[in-house]
């Protein structure tokens, strides 16, 4: 059997760390649920900031379909956190029990919100200061999410990538339907 040096032995064995690095990243990865009302919250700000730098350029065509594009997105996305998200945190974390609660109300607060410019016309008087004022309950929203509730979730025993597959296939069902 030849000699080998603890050189190349090292070698050989980063090489085979390495492949089974390479092998282990081409299988697709499981959604974090962090992440995945993350990405859901960043596209949601920058729809709501493209209608307000357009909105005095747009038709009203064009508004119609990007507040009902916000609408539908926000939609799914408090379903996907009350069905989901929520109740999963809810048992987690004791402490988490009114932040929940007024997560939940603030969900209201914006459904009321979104269930009025589904009914109204952009010609109609308070459209764009209704999509603003939704825009200003969702950020706010947001903000205590992701500085309060996320951070909670991060420490808990929760198991974020399996509760990020569960909402990405609700969320997905729930696209395809509404």
Do not use: W
């Not at 949601?44 to 350029?57: A, G, L, M």
């Not at 903000?143 to 025993?157: A, D, G, T, Y």
């Amino acid at each position: 059997m030849p000699k080998t040096s603890s050189t190349s032995r090292g070698r050989s064995k980063a090489r085979k760390a390495g492949a089974k690095r390479k092998t282990r990243g081409s299988a697709p990865q499981r959604q974090d649920a962090i992440a995945l009302l993350r990405a859901d919250h960043k596209a949601v700000s920058d729809q709501f900031d493209d209608y307000d730098r357009r909105k005095d350029r747009l038709s009203d065509d064009r508004k119609l379909e990007m507040v009902r594009d916000i609408c539908r997105a926000l939609k799914v996305h408090a379903q996907i956190e009350e069905e989901i998200f929520y109740p999963a945190a809810r048992g987690s974390i004791p402490k988490a029990g009114d932040l929940l609660d007024e997560a939940n109300v603030e969900h209201a607060s914006a459904k009321d919100l979104i269930r009025q410019l589904e009914e109204a016309r952009p010609e109609d008087d308070l459209y764009d200061a209704k999509v603003k004022v939704l825009a200003e309950y969702v950020k706010h929203h947001v903000k205590e999410e992701q500085n309060e509730l996320f951070q909670m979730v991060k420490k808990s025993r929760l198991d974020t990538r399996e509760l990020g597959e569960e909402l990405k296939r609700r969320k997905e069902e729930l696209m395809g339907a509404v």
